[in-house]
Nanobody, 115 residues
Framework: QVQLVESGGGLVQTGGSLRLSCAASGISFSNKYVGWYRQAPGQQRDLVAHVTPGGTTNYAASVKGRFTISRDNAKNAVYLQMNSLKPEDTAVYYC?????????WGKGTLVTVSS
């Protein structure tokens, strides 16, 4: 059974930092695209960043320069380092990967940035 488990969310002040983790079981991240998405209340779920199997990264314009996605294949985990957080970064953050037509999501971790 495939499980993605996010952790590391919490309450932080504007300008602060958090590091999110996504741990996988039942699936190997090493040959997969892995993405971080976020969903604010009443809004759609949007891509924040993704990393390719080769380590190439891509970021939404709103987080470029502040967030860094990384992967540790030995630990079968992907991370999202979030710096200079803003109130508009407040959302539930989800980890995502896919195998062929099957997409997997974690249950999310809540990030709240206070002004």
């Amino acid at each position: 059974q495939v499980q993605l488990v996010e952790s590391g969310g919490g309450l932080v002040q504007t300008g602060g930092s958090l590091r999110l983790s996504c741990a996988a079981s039942g699936i190997s991240f090493s040959n997969k695209y892995v993405g971080w998405y976020r969903q604010a209340p009443g809004q759609q779920r949007d891509l924040v960043a993704h990393v390719t199997p080769g380590g190439t990264t891509n970021y939404a314009a709103s987080v470029k320069g502040r967030f860094t996605i990384s992967r540790d294949n030995a630990k079968n985990a992907v991370y999202l380092q979030m710096n200079s957080l803003k109130p508009e970064d407040t959302a539930v953050y989800y980890c995502n990967t896919a195998t062929g037509p099957i997409t997997y999501w974690g249950k999310g971790t809540l990030v709240t940035v206070s002004s």
